[in-house]
């Protein structure tokens, strides 16, 4: 969950509308039945949030978006932070509601089994499914009553009664029970990104290949037919080259034989159906098999016809050879062996054969088994041939649903990049938060909580207000008081340094995803180590301000860079004057503070740094405000200014990855290569070069950490490298890495030739156009071509047939002070 963004778009119904267009047009057109039930869903969803803003039952933009519903219910939540208005929490009764009603002799009504569980029989159930672990909690509210049975038993009457009071008006309405399980909460040292029952439906969807079916029948049918019908055309030919067939009079025995041939072949289009070539009268087969039914037929073939025969046998044998030579026995050999291997959607079946007696709900602790080929056993009961080995499509959902440590799935490539990683931490961060409840029953009811509240989706929040946190919830507060500090204080610091320096040296590069952050944010608050994270922004609704915890964190990444580092000096910050301005919002609010006064919401002082940077950075002098792009503008300066939680990780963290800084400022340029080549005729370029922009920061904050001689090593590597890749990523990338270097020499980045790589502009992007043209002469898109150019305009001549390359572009001298 993100604090002041994952905000999309403003609370606007033409967003709502579009939406609901596009899920409609998907349930009504798409091939897949399960693809048009979610778009079913959907569309229902989105017939909500406009009936519900048509009546004023919901208001989007606020953090209580369900009228007479307060903040902390779980709200349903659809793309963009728009709240349907339906709890997550409610809806029909479930099965194991249902079942303990049915159990109890109560009405199947939510307010009659709210009841129910109140009184000592209940309780007394709750509290025999807290010890045990056994439960499910999918949504925060789920956790309500086993909270109020922990309560009970522990003598906290008080509060228990508090919290049901609390409750009770919406007894009738939400959840407060969890789901029972077979099985205990996970490990907490391990994680799995799918469980067994997700691995199992995606083998389970596996459809059998059209254009592989296609080709197994033309190997194992039609090519050895073929083989036939050639062969029996060749005993009515001469020795000669080039075959010349009806050089001999068919006899009678060869008119018989065909016309077998000829009844084979129609058994075998009546049943295999999938090839259409032989059915072609202009295809070799189709030749041979025409003038074949003629010929039997007691029709002679005219001169034409004839012709095509003689040409198709002689193209045949030079392309094939003879039937029966051992070139084509083995070449029809090995094609029998490959149409004989198993599809993969049989191999598939195999693999869910394997699942089936496996928990489902949970990972797998040991893939191996589950990939191995097809043992001696199952070809005897599957008919498939032993031995047979799974294709990677069906190892992969089995590998994915592995649990392990994070660490060791990030190295599989299990966890692809850090939304992904953000989608695992909860399970990580649940485990450590409930560290500070001494109880191991209330303990666990805190893990499988804080793993349910991770999953609870942002809502589109305006004017700065702030999502929900699971300290505002009911339950939350009520045992709040039982935390205690321990020698366990220092997990959730040990925890958010590893966290950190797995993100940050798994995926170099990449911006923090918002979930990650929050997840991160936890941690940091509950080891109080004033480490002030910050999210990413939307461009399309911000309004211009920040909270103060943005200068915070400007402030700890000018302790840390301040004094002239490379990242200060290349970006052009002065720290010394960030630090102050800290010093001076800081102190104001201290003021305000001891007289009784209102936390501040904004930071003034920051937001006009940024949107003064912002302007300076183009001719057009615009603002917040202007446009999408104006905004991006200052939001990218927030970013420089804080390095986007780099710095704070680092210097509150205490993150030091163990690659070390120059290894990661070489995985990151390496990112920076890669997305630039995607600029490459790309018609829509920009998001691409903002994420360019973004692994180009995180390199300059990794070379400002190393030492002097780190730093020109890693320099002179990069100018290396950037020569072996695509002519037109180092011609576009060329002028960034020269400012660097000069930067790096005590001079600056947009001068002789260099370029100050940002993400955002309301101009056009350099690292857009042309670089044969723009990157070296400045010249726009209707500029003359005259080939590429080194910075002083000299025309470098470009490798004939292939056009200019890399090693023909002026690379930056890395000598850096």
Known sequence: MDDDADQQHLADPGYALGRLAGALRTALTHEDPATRRRAENRQ????????????????????????????????????????????GAGGPLTEDETRTARRAGVPLDRRALFAYWLTEEGLTRLCELLDS?????????????????????????????????????????????????????????????????????????????AAVETQREALAVWQ??????????LRTADAGEPVHVLVRAPDDAWLEQGAGLLRRYRELARHHTLCSKHRKPGENLGILRG??????????????????????VTSMVRRRGLPGSPELTALRREQAVQAALPSHRELARLVLRRLAGLEQRAGVAEVAPLVAPVSEEEARQTGLPRGAALPAGVRRPVETALSAPLGTLV??????????????????????????????????????????FAGRRSLLLLDLQRQVRAEELPWVRAVAGQRVRTATDEVPALALRQLGELAVQAFPGT???????????????????????????????????????????AGTAAELLGGGSLYERYYAVDYRAVRNLAVLEAGEASVRAAGGGSVARTSPGFAKLCAERAAAATSRRRTAGGSVAANGMVIEQAQ???????????????????????????????TVCRLTGRVHANPRPLRTIKDVAYAWRQLVFHLSLCTPGERARTLAWLSEELTRHPGHVARRLAPALTGLCQVADGGRADEAGG???????????????????????????????????TPEGEARPGRRGCGPVAESVALPSANPR
């Open 640 to 670: 420089i200014l804080t390095t986007h939680n780099l710095a704070t990780l680092v210097h509150r963290a205490g993150v030091t990855p163990a690659a070390g800084w120059p290894e990661l400022a070489r995985r990151c340029f390496v």
């Open 224 to 233: 050895p037919f073929g083989d036939e019908l050639l062969a029996h055309w």
């Open 511 to 553: 911006i923090l995803p918002n979930p990650l952050i929050s997840e991160l944010a936890v941690l940091a608050r509950q080891a109080e180590l004033g480490a002030p994270l910050v999210e990413e922004l939307a461009a399309d609704i911000f309004m211009g301000t920040f909270t103060p915890k943005f200068l915070a964190a």
């Open 133 to 209: 672990g056994r439960y499910e909690v999918t949504v925060p509210e789920e956790a309500a009553l086993l909270t109020v049975a922990w309560l009970a038993r522990a003598g906290e009457t008080d509060a228990a009664l508090a919290l049901v009071g609390e409750l009770a008006p919406f007894a009738g309405l939400l959840r407060f029970t969890p789901r029972p399980s077979a099985r205990p909460a996970p490990d907490a040292d391990t994680v799995h990104r799918w469980t067994v029952a997700e691995a199992g439906e995606r083998l389970a969807r596996r459809r059998t290949s």
């Open 291 to 312: 003038a074949l039914e003629e010929t039997v037929a007691g029709h002679r073939l005219d001169a034409r016809r004839l012709g095509l025969l003689r040409h198709a």
């Open 755 to 789: 370029r100050l790589l940002l993400g955002w502009t309301t101009e056009g992007h350099w690292l857009r156009g042309d670089p044969a043209v723009s990157a070296w002469t400045g010249q726009g898109r209707q500029g003359k071509r005259t080939g590429p150019r």
């Open 44 to 87: 229902r969803g989105w017939r909500s949030v406009l009936e519900g803003m048509a009546t004023g039952r919901l208001a989007i933009g606020s953090r209580t978006p369900v009228r007479d519903l307060p903040a902390w219910v779980t709200p349903e939540v659809l793309r963009g932070g728009f709240a349907t208005g339906v709890p």
């Open 411 to 452: 190295e599989r490539g299990i966890v692809p990049s850090a939304e992904v990683l953000a989608e695992l931490v909860p399970q990580l961060v649940a485990a450590t938060t409930a560290q500070v409840y001494p109880d191991p029953a209330l303990r666990s009811l805190a893990g499988a909580h804080h793993r349910a």
